[in-house]
């Protein structure tokens, strides 16, 4: 039997969603992002050329580093540098923005430079890892304008628009976007990444604990595409009012 | 149009598999996991107590490591340790491993004791991460055996058998378990972790430079599922001959 | 012969400075502070217990660690754990901001409990160490209220306000709080740490090339302790409308 | 008064020797070895180019590097990336290594390129660097060949054989490649590499507790020629059938 | 009230200082400097070329490392490689030392070579980072005489002696010179480094607990001067006899 | 053929050696050693209480550690800080030093204690190994006699004197103690420590691209032999005088 959610929303909605751009005024292209009580700095920093194993290819190379500032979950974080090494986890992150970024650029079209973004979380309350997407995506956009405004590209590289949403299952319920609260006592959740023409760049679900059926992984992409559909939308708001 | 599979398999074909048992005389429990040219060490070592964190909470724990051998890629791999960090591929994918087998180890039952995973390619060959969660269960159910005949556990505390397999997006054809050569020019490609009861543990699935549909999604899971199966057969059989 | 200043401020006049209190909700204590384009994120987190070496002294300790956001500055900064350790300068920082917070703080009735202070740059125009330690004195102030309202302590061990403010002489004209363009062409530059009853805390005198008399250090002191005097008016506003 | 050896052999007895060819078929050159218990994965890969101090002197390279699997011990080793540095005992291994092959290799002869050595072992019970100086040399010797077959060098660089093994004294007795057991209880033991002419490349003595006398140095020096010469010959069986 | 100094000197007086040249033979200049029982071992290396920021420039570098003998101080100091990263403290002090030698030296007149200074403390006994400096001006100008006699150099790029000294304020005195035991029951402290025409380089003062005021301030300014003209005579004779 | 030695001494004869004690007086005992132109900063520190992997054994601890101050050699050496990571050949040197002064030892009469060995290379002409076990036993005397002195011993765990020598073979011939000139074109070369009655500790001798017959390891043998009977005395005269 499913019980209500922490916060009222119905199985498929989102927390409220802002994106404000220009938070971060030296950086070429920049946003805040905020999924309910998570919020995100996004930055698109653009360096002229390549990693050496890219050089002389004639092609652009994006990559992503994400962390999390010590306060933004609620007992203090050691930073890495303290501890001496990237956590795991934030390693995977970081590697799934890139990903999820690159997915939707043509590096041919880029040249040879490198866009670096850089998510940083302010506050955590579940989904740090698709906000910062949907904040990236934002300060990329916001970079390549740039980019032609500075008449160093013709147009931009950037084919469509991506976001990512994270689902679960909780109470055997599948549920959109999930604030920590939830996402804590899931059996099951997902972190699905997809574009504004509906194609699929990456999907990872993981049960915790208990395993889970085919007909809920089915019910959680659907869930996700709709997510995400409205996700986009905010975007296209926030792009075209900056 | 789809073309041949480079070494002649149908899409649904799995590699040849094999597994032998007591590879690491040393371990508590080992197993040689060969799928095709791709070959794992995996071992189970069981060390009594737990991480500190988990101290007193009278439930077990267990955690997966996994590394390459330098020479097990056609160029030679520097070790991780030259290169003074963990890289962040194999991060990631030891933190797989371990999510996989804890899906189907009933920690409590195990008491408080750390089951350590080790799974070091040979040779690789695609499909890595797959095959050492296929040996590193292998490896679990011998050690688990040995802890039972030492009288230290009554009963096993792994519920059922889990297997993963890769499968991918190759010139639009959905095909299972692929080779390197294979992988390095999918359009998509997901690695699927399943129990044997059909459970899903974890999807990561991943486009490639291309997005890719819902459908050819649903058409990957379908092949994974197929695969597992065969996959879990085998690992039943090794298990019964040693 | 002196020129004027680049954004046509008296050599005695402050850039214009903002607190925003409560910045990050998920932090005992936070601010937002902003000193012309520079700005700096402030927290102040409560962790019960002390450092080993401290342990059953019944004295309490707080330090303070720094960093840049990778986009704060024009050109994006590597983060520290991609170089693999702390830089010099980023360590020093964080050294004199503990410092100065320590110097206000009666660390025997703050009990055996340890504040961090965080101090993350998010925009930098110079001056970035003097914006940290004055946001930082407004997040602690507002993590002891915080303390105090939850009973764990009965008044406040905070002696008194600090702040602190840059001074540099540039043109051959002593001028107070330098921004970048300032600071980058001084002869020489002095951070000043002072407390709301006058004390000093630290100065941080340095030449940069040429060497100064011991008239121009003078007559940067007798700046800084104005400039400061605002300052502290500042955070009490902060404070008392928070 | 000395006692039986644990497994029956006599003082000047070797343990069973095989020596598996081809074991890692990503490897130029690789050899599986396996003393007693101890077994050592031997791999040669060939790197064109050498490192910047030797670029354009005309001369290749040979480095060693030595890694022990987790679970090669009784109780499981932590890796080298996980405690964050190279163990010293490693580092000491993989630099003898390195100087006994390159004592029979012509550098000269070899070109601009580098020979990497990696001995990884699976399974510990004493003499585990000896073990690896002897299938490095059949590594090695498989990946020249190999190089003479691609018509990359005209003839092989390889001076001659080079084996090494270990001597102790036991009970005041001095015996030939000491396994584990015997070893931690020696009072005395010695690391010898010597080429099939019979020259000495190393000798490593060192006393454990107690200090010892010349004679029997000179009679560790004794057994350990006559030892060397019957893995010299397994060693040429190895590669003759290879 | 105030108390008599624990070695009997006045409020005034330095303890003895000694500068033997030529300390340690293998270095372009070098001097070993004691300060009472301070003793720290001075060198200047010289390289051709700069680091690659500053290449084709035609400007040379200097720049300084610091560190202690474990044995230096009473009880035992782990190395840094020991605890894995530079200790603040040595950071933020050998960046003093460069910033104090690059004051007084033209880096254009170098050329686009590189001084290394290195000072290694022998035994703490208090101010060792301004016994640093004073050694370490003596060193630099062994080494540029050095490059002068092989022709590199026509004549010196160092314009003025440079030196550095503490105070510091114990039991409300201001005091030239604190030793170890009057520095850890100091209120406050300085350290000043200044030039032979009297410019000040770098002011560092801070309070130790209590905070310290102007009048203070300014006295311990006045002390600094005049035991900075003595130390700097005391260089003058050590390198006319060297 | 065999030539002259570059400083005209015999093959058999010995650099001057000095043995200079309490050069650091804050450490528990002190040498610098002098064996010509290599000069080591050698201390013996005491701590009470041992490594947690011995605590409650009873048995004391001793350990060793080396460095090369940067200025040491001709060229300037990087700080192992600065690459981060010890150098292998200092690791090797270390664990050499603490197993020579382990030999004399009796480590359960020292009691829970650690002795903490420091062998600083002040100037480097060969030999240097060597020359910090010379030191670093008269060190360790001065240690354990100011235990003794304190009361906290009441003999002195110290069984006997322990020293090192190096040899080589250069043109053909034996030689005893090599300077750098010759070392670095010595054939082969070992180092070989022995206590004052003639017991054997360790011998690691080594051919430098050529192999070298048993012989010439004999005749090395006989050389080591009798320069370690010399230092040994100056060892002795050095402790008389102290």
Known sequence: MSTPRPDGRTPSQLRPVTLTTGFVPTAAG??????????????????????????????????????????STGSRKARDISRGKLDGRS??????????????????????????????????????????????????????????AQGKLERSPVREAVAAISVGIVDGEPRLDLAYAEDSRADADANVVMTASGGIVEVQASAEGAVFPRTQMDALLDLATAGIAQMIETQREALGAS
Do not use: F
């Open 91 to 148: 390693s995977e992150i970081q590697r799934l923005i890139g990903r999820a970024l690159r997915a939707v650029v043509d590096l041919d079209a880029l040249g040879e430079r490198t866009v670096w973004i850089d998510c940083d979380v302010l506050t955590a309350d579940g989904g740090t890892r698709c906000a910062s997407i949907c904040g990236a995506y934002v300060a990329l956009e916001l970079a390549v304008a740039g980019l032609i």
């Open 30 to 71: 920049s946003a805040l992002v905020a999924v309910g009580e998570t919020r995100v700095i996004c930055t698109a920093s653009v360096e002229e050329g390549v990693p050496g194993w890219r050089r002389g290819t004639g092609k652009g190379w994006l990559t992503a580093e994400y962390g999390m500032l010590p306060a």
